[in-house]
């Protein structure tokens, strides 16, 4: 036999005492909300009906509002539905508390409207609820099977039993291809190409000797006579060809002569005069 603990009993009071008083309220409710819908002039199976909806309106959303809880959903449509019957339920039972003795007033059409209220209340229930993701079960593939390996069977050889032997054919000799010979490669003629030097051209010895008697300072204390002979030594050129080179370098050049001006002669003679 089961032990009854306390924890047991505890357990089954929270368990039984919310039962009854939904039981009670729910048969006080349900006659008060019949009476409303009586003198509201709805029919008595109406009535009847009309009585039973806010009690179970409640219920359905108390498993609901658990439901949603266990599996994360939102709490909002549930909690609609609960306080909808709750606050039918009271102004039902407060209307009947006063006496049900004057014109039913608004309490005509709410009575006339309340059960398609109560079925879109209920509906959304329904409606609202998300579907909780499937569960993906892990797949357990199938191990291959292996065939088992038999033993290749060995016959037995007796002594004095010579065992023939297939004759093995020499293997064929593979046809050898020619291999195709090169073919040479077109010559090709380089064309060397040669530069040719160009040498400066050398100065002549009339240039050379313009060139060192131009070079010579002024400080040289030596006439022009004995410079020019030494230049000419250095240049093995004559001495009377060095002074000649020297004086046609000294000379003018030659000046056009104009109608009106100096003549012939007189030019020939100042050239003269200066080669002198």
């Known amino acids: 036999m089961k032990r009854i603990t306390g924890q047991g009993v505890e357990h089954a009071l929270a368990t039984a005492l919310p039962s009854l008083l939904g039981a009670g309220v729910f048969a006080v409710?349900?006659?008060?909300?019949?009476?409303?819908?009586r003198w509201a002039g709805q029919p008595e199976w109406?009535?009847?009906?009309?009585?039973?909806t806010g009690e179970l309106m409640a219920?359905?959303?108390?498993?609901?509002?658990?439901?949603?809880?266990?599996d994360g959903g939102s709490l909002f449509w549930p909690v609609l539905v609960?306080?909808?019957?709750?606050?039918?339920?009271?102004?039902?039972?407060?209307?009947?508390?006063?006496?049900?003795?004057?014109?039913?007033?608004?309490?005509?059409?709410v009575m006339a409207l309340w059960p398609v209220i109560a079925f879109a209340l209920v509906a959304g229930l329904k409606a609202t609820r998300s579907t909780p993701a499937p569960v993906s079960l892990p797949v357990v593939e199938d191990s291959p099977v292996v065939a088992p390996v038999t033993a290749p069977v060995?016959?037995?050889?007796?002594?004095?039993?010579?065992?023939?032997?297939?004759?093995?054919?020499?293997?064929?000799?593979?046809?050898?291809?020619?291999?195709?010979?090169?073919?040479?490669?077109?010559?090709?003629?380089?064309?060397s190409t040669t530069r040719k030097r160009t040498t400066p051209p050398?100065?002549?010895?009339?240039?050379?000797?313009?060139?060192?008697?131009?070079?010579?300072?002024?400080?040289?204390?030596?006439?022009?006579g004995q410079i020019v002979a030494d230049l000419a030594a250095q240049l093995d050129l004559a001495p009377g060809t060095a002074r000649r080179y020297v004086a046609e370098s000294k000379r003018p050049a030659p000046v056009a002569v104009l109608a009106g001006d100096t003549s012939a002669d007189e030019l020939v003679d100042e050239s003269v005069a200066v080669a002198a």
């Open 46 to 52: 109406a009535s009847w009906l009309i009585a039973t």
């Open 82 to 109: 609960l306080v909808a019957s709750v606050i039918f339920s009271g102004a039902c039972n407060l209307t009947a508390a006063y006496g049900l003795k004057s014109d039913p007033g608004h309490w005509t059409p």
């Open 202 to 224: 050398k100065l002549t010895k009339r240039a050379q000797l313009l060139a060192l008697l131009a070079a010579v300072p002024s400080s040289d204390r030596r006439n022009e």
């Open 29 to 37: 409710a349900f006659v008060h909300v019949h009476d409303v819908a």
């Open 154 to 191: 060995v016959e037995p050889i007796t002594v004095g039993t010579t065992v023939e032997s297939a004759p093995v054919s020499a293997p064929e000799p593979l046809p050898v291809e020619p291999t195709p010979e090169p073919t040479p490669a077109p010559k090709t003629r380089t064309q």
């Open 59 to 70: 219920i359905a959303a108390i498993v609901e509002i658990r439901a949603r809880r266990r």
